[in-house]
């Protein structure tokens, strides 16, 4: 938590509000907080009961009073000149996101391959701006989507009616998707700066096992993006977004694999098909197909794959 607070207060610009939003924590956050009140009066705080992050985000984004917002999570931290940096690439743009990249750092995780969580964009964006839907086709398309809000700054008035989704898991994918293709017009400038530092401790998202509440999850994302009548049209946007719909689908049930020991419950297994049939199919790739249809698959393949390197 201090790390964090330091990030923010120490930001070299300095024309900054920081909404702090506990929501019941109990390890001793309300005391630190309160310290680093004391001394910086851009610290505001609010004080909830604790609904989730979606909610809590909510409540800060309600409270906020700022043009520009930008999410921190209290495990991580930003570089000083991130705010600086970011603003100026904005309005020397005239765009209404900054997207930055980050950097992942273990914290007493054990057996966990750090190296797999790449917050890196393809370099080719490197101070590039296009319009938000262009982008967000070049990450499904490039499998290079990065979801986490903590990795853009945007323009509250271009998106202020994106909210995240209470009570699920797994929302970013929800909400970074609506933000990204809510506007024909807005546009994104991608800097190459790792600006995020990204904190991995066990139990969190990434490294907890996982659970039906993490399927559960994934199929709320993807039956709120089915929503979007963007899906229904011939455009590059329409493309990407059934496919993304479909991947999510398609982690629904690894995620159930991973959960229930290779035995996807039978509800999931229809809920899914289910969902997977309100895509616009004509926009579909015939291995998303497969493993939503025949999500099985992919333990044969991890079973060959070790057959292949243990003979």
């Not at 017009?185 to 907890?208: K, N, W, Y």
């Amino acid at each position: 938590m201090a790390e964090c607070l330091d990030s923010a207060v120490g930001q070299i610009h300095q024309n900054k509000e920081i909404i702090i939003v506990n929501d019941g924590s109990t390890d001793g956050s309300a005391a630190i907080i309160s310290e680093y009140q004391e001394k910086h009066s851009e610290i505001v705080l609010i004080v909830t009961e604790n609904f989730g992050q979606s909610s809590a985000r909510n409540t800060g984004i309600e409270k906020s009073t700022g043009d520009y917002l930008i999410f921190l999570d209290s495990d991580d931290w930003i570089e000083k000149e991130t705010l600086e940096r970011c603003l100026l690439a904005l309005k020397e743009h005239n765009a209404d996101m900054v997207m930055f990249n980050a950097c992942s750092f273990a914290d007493d995780v054990s057996e966990f391959d750090i190296g797999k969580l790449d917050y890196t964009r393809p370099s080719c964006l490197a101070n590039k701006k296009l319009l938000c839907r262009e982008a967000f086709s070049f990450f499904v398309k490039n499998k290079s989507y990065l979801v986490s809000p903590c990795l853009y700054l945007y323009k509250r008035s271009t998106f202020n009616k994106n909210r995240f989704r209470p009570e699920i898991i797994h929302e970013d994918n929800l909400f970074t998707t609506q933000l990204l293709i809510s506007s024909e017009t807005a546009e994104v400038i991608c800097l190459p700066d790792r600006f995020f530092h990204r904190r991995v401790r066990p139990g969190s998202i990434m490294t907890q096992e996982k659970s039906m509440k993490h399927v559960n999850g994934y199929l709320a994302v993807a039956e709120e993006l089915l929503k979007n009548g963007l899906k229904n049209q011939n455009c590059s946007t329409a493309i990407a977004l059934n496919q993304f719909i479909q991947s999510i689908i398609g982690n629904a049930l690894a995620t159930a694999q991973a959960a229930f020991n290779n035995k996807i419950p039978l509800h999931v297994r229809k809920k899914s098909l289910k969902l997977f049939f309100k895509t616009n199919l004509r926009h579909i790739k015939p291995r998303a197909a497969l493993i939503c249809i025949l999500p099985e698959i992919k333990v044969v393949k991890r079973k060959l794959r070790g057959l292949v390197k243990h003979p």
